[in-house]
């Protein structure tokens, strides 16, 4: 039994804290979230300087052979610094499907300009009838000759408006909630038509329209299988990423109550709070064992994997509510306003929460 | 026990509605003009644009039922904006402690809406412990005004208002609640600074205020030096129970429900989903206890009673399903909550985070939550604080 990370785990979580900690203060923060794009290109050098954008793609194909174990210390130092840079976009959406899609072809293309950060790519695979279901698709892609051609509309896809590549589920057949016959295609960000706007927590995202996109077929990246097992990876970056926000949340609060006086004696020197930080401290530790045991039935190929993924995202988006929402009520006023950090990590936890299914969602996944 | 309307109930009720159909604004008309029109008519029926000022004052004088019967059939109709610092919270205060000279000067400008006011009460070191409030108040030598200096926070409106009234600070010798002055001071003049707090919701609604070396006649000083505290003790209390809001909640929760109903899950829509179906109707459950407390509270004040043990309850219970209701909003909303200033897949789903975001702060002012079960706790219960 050992729950230590490798040297070389160690030395990257070293790394990113170091990166967190000389680029991440909260007013360069807001600065980056505000500014048109929503991320720094420098930043974006910097991570792929520091192979952090080769990290999860096979040593044949340019990567570090990294697994699930590397990209959750990324995601969670990501969320404990609320990162903006579109990693979650890239690497472990575009990337991890690249990564596992059987095209040869586009994966030898495409995987070198996404470690080098010059290739970007997102996924979008979100309809509004759908809600959190992945295989309640209605975007159609019709064949034709060499080519599908793709209709739908598809929601609140990250970071689409500096991707240069989309990747699109659509249905080649089957009805609107079978499996069978979704199709994931690999489309040039030229031939899409994008509403891009902001979003709550100061990322970025898109509504894509498909109006008669015509698609080589060879950029037929996978099928259902492959977008539930990158979904169940986007459960684990999410959910390290959020474990980063609870941890700074729930510390700030210890730190803040213990400066802040009222009624002549410390916050912190109240029972109450100091008993509902401790609930916040347990849901913080529960968050961290369970994402540590679903991370490595996945990197074990445990037949378990996918339940516990479920069993994750639903605990992860709970016990994010509940310490988000305590850590504001505890700061007072001050939790209210955008000056303090503690609203941003909320906001963050909160989309966290609406991505890849939520809390109920995840629950009913567990116990079906 | 019964809980029937008699029929000068029902009357009232059918002139209420009839009064709000008459009143509505009319499409395309000028919103200042019809904010005009609409309390000067409200006025014209004797006091219904100051439902609840004593009838001494120029209200309408209604029984308790009347009031909730009022509440209820506003809270669907749109009224024209109106804030609660003078006409609800400085008005109370005025009429029983105000001077004879002050009650004619400012009554009449609150009443007609001519003037807005906000509320100077925290302060950076004093938020639920407002009594330890700092902002200094000098009496000069000669004993005609007062220099007042310091800081106010979370002031609600300030960039709007022409006055403030302001609990300041005369004597820190004793006991903090004692020696606490109660001054009312123009807001556009050189030493008042206002500057905005932007909160999570991207509103600006609450300020930080700073006074420096602001001159303060004596007349603006309502009743006693040093007993400021006592005069707004009465009126946050007041306040407190008005902040429930249950009405307001219910309408809330109908409304969540349609805009469930438009969300499609699978081959139904999301209130089929037993999990939100189970949430909502615990809510509506709640809702249909508290809407009891709060007639079990308004039917101890008919008869003259002090506030029974119930209505402490209200403000907390009051805003946590203010709170639980916002959180489904956001739940309903599914990805499109996130979508930022832009009206994205379901129409509510802007609104809907906005207001979760913003009522973060409804278990926070008038007393924080934790700080109400403590007073519970105290005088409720007879519990001591170890």
Redesign the interface.
Known sequence: MNFDFSDEQQLLQQSLERFVSENYDLATRKKLADSPQGYSDDNWSTMADLGWLALPFDETDGGFGGNQIDTMIVMEQFGRGLVVEPYFANIVLGGGMLKRSSNQALRTNLLPGIITGDVQLTLAH?E??A???LD?VVTTAREDGEHHVLNGKK??APNAATATHVIVSARTGGGQ?DKTGIALFLIDADDLDG?H?????G?R?S?ISLDNVRVPSDRMIGDYELLAMTAQDAVLALSAEALGCMEVLYKSTVDYTQER????QPLSD?Q??QHRMVDMFMEYEQCKSLLYRATLEAVQGAPTAARTSHALKHLVGKSA?FIG?NA??LH??M?????LAI?HY??RL??IE??FG?T?YH??QFAA | MEIELNNDDLEFRHEVRDFLKENAAKPGADYSQWRMDYFENAAAKGGWDVPKWPVEFGGPGWSPTQHYIWEQETVTASLPWDMPFGIGMLAPILMNYGSKEQIDRFLPDIRERKVNWCQGYSEPGAGSDLASLKTKAVLSDDGTHYTVTGTKVWTTMAHMADWMFCLTRTDDTGIKQEGITFLLIPMKQDGIEVKPIITLGGAHSVNMVHITDVKVPIENRIGEEGKGWTYAKGLLQHERTGLAGISRSIVALESLKRQAQSVSRGNGTLMDDPAFKSKVAELEIDLLAVEFTELRSLAAAASGDDPGPESSILKLKGTEIQQRIQKLTVEAGGIYSAAWGVPVGHKFARSGMQGYLGGRANTIYGGASEVQKDVIAKNVLGLKRS
């Open positions: 979100a509004e009838q809600r959190f279901d309640d929601s609140m909630q509403n706007f902001p979003t709550v927590d990322g995202a509504e006086v009222q009624f002549d109240f109450v709070v509510s929402e504001v009520q007072g006023g939790g209210m306003t955008e000056e609203g909320f906001k909160l989309v609406s991505q939520n109920d629950l009913a």
